[in-house]
């Protein structure tokens, strides 16, 4: 694939997500049942934002307690994303300026995917 591959096509549809309300403990844990590296945070159907294993590691480090600090405390709002329309070579752009490894994919305001570097770098956009 070329760097002008469209998203739709490497993008993942199985997409984590969890609810700003839950622990840093359940955030983790969700993490690791579901293998993935980020979750999507849900404010009803839209993306509120995404937390990732960094960002956790980083809450703990400070101090946090994992049983009482909440993912909306540490997840990042508002997070960039990508369109069916983007590219991979705009997905590439966006991580690397931002510096961050997965980006959420948005249809007519709903999410539909998501897409890591790991997904980019095999697809051959890195």
Do not use: F, N, W
Not at 69 to 88: E, I
Not at 98 to 113: F, S, T, Y
Request: proline content about 3%; hydrophobic content about 50%.
């Amino acid at each position: 694939m070329s760097r002008t591959t469209l998203i739709g096509s490497v993008m993942r549809t199985s997409v984590a997500s969890i609810q700003p309300e839950v622990t840093l403990r359940q955030a983790a844990a969700e993490l690791a049942r579901a293998e993935v590296g980020t979750l999507a945070i849900m404010d009803d159907d839209a993306v509120a934002g995404m937390v990732s294993e960094r960002d956790i590691v980083r809450a703990l480090a400070a101090g946090a307690d994992p049983d009482e600090a909440l993912v909306a405390s540490v997840m990042s709002r508002r997070p960039r994303y990508l369109t069916l329309g983007d590219d991979v070579a705009s997905a590439v752009d966006i991580m690397a300026a931002a510096g961050i490894r997965h980006l959420p994919v948005v249809d007519d305001g709903e999410l539909v995917g998501i897409v890591s570097i790991r997904d980019l770098a095999k697809a051959g956009g890195g």
